[in-house]
């Protein structure tokens, strides 16, 4: 059965501070693996990795998988209240089926 | 602007009563998806529809039914079948190369 674990389930943290979110995957016929942020309950798309190695970023957000370890991290550099969410992992399989973890929700306090 | 509409965003259900959750899109998506959440899970996979007039079961799709009859639309109804209704749906909408874009969702709740 495919699985997405994600750590820390909830992380507290003061602004500046940088975090780093985990998520592992075990997924057959992996395609490729999407963070997302909801807040105000909407997901809002964040990155999509398919690649070992490369980073995305964008701002403050950077991105990296690791396709032979199985997992991926989030991280967030100088954090601010307003990056207060839940951060969703999902893994994609080559047949388009999506695994959702069940989120870190990450509290930023001023 | 092409975006993701659901309706309404909170919704009640009486005991027995059958509800209908609303989604709308007009970003051209072949498929669409709906989705459930519950406080500290993961969203799971209701139904799905990869094209018009035909969909699938997802992971938890008792009590549950959709239909698609327009490439915009993939309504969900949350049938008296549906014994633990309350919760967070989630609709979505993709196309195959592209990531999945998620409507603002509806909070149902049982009086």
């Known amino acids: 059965e495919d699985k997405v674990v994600q750590s820390p389930l909830s992380l507290v943290v003061h602004e500046g501070d940088t975090v780093t979110l985990n998520c592992s995957y075990e997924v057959t016929n992996f395609r490729s693996l999407l963070w997302y942020k909801q807040e105000k309950k909407a997901p809002t798309f964040l990155f999509m990795l398919t690649s070992s190695g490369i980073e995305k970023k964008s701002g403050r957000l950077s991105s990296i998988l690791d396709k032979k370890e199985l997992f991926s991290i989030l991280n967030i550099t100088a954090t601010q209240t307003g990056d207060s969410a839940v951060y969703l992992c999902v893994a994609e399989s080559s047949a388009r089926q999506l695994t959702f973890g069940s989120g870190t929700q990450l509290t930023v306090l001023p | 602007d092409g975006g993701i509409t659901q309706s309404p965003k909170y919704l009640f259900r009486k005991e027995g009563q059958n509800v209908t959750l609303s989604c709308e899109q007009n970003l051209n998506h072949d498929a669409m998806y709906w989705y459930r959440q519950d406080p500290g899970q993961g969203l799971r996979l209701i139904y799905y529809s990869q094209i018009v007039n035909d969909f699938q079961k997802g992971d938890i799709a008792e009590g549950y039914s959709v239909s698609r009859e327009k490439k915009e639309s993939f309504p969900l109804t949350v049938t008296s079948a549906q014994k633990n209704p309350t919760a967070f749906y989630l609709c979505?909408?993709?196309?195959?190369?592209?990531?999945?874009?998620f409507g603002s969702g509806t909070q149902l709740s049982v009086l």
């Open positions: 979505a909408s993709s196309n195959p190369t592209e990531k999945l874009f």
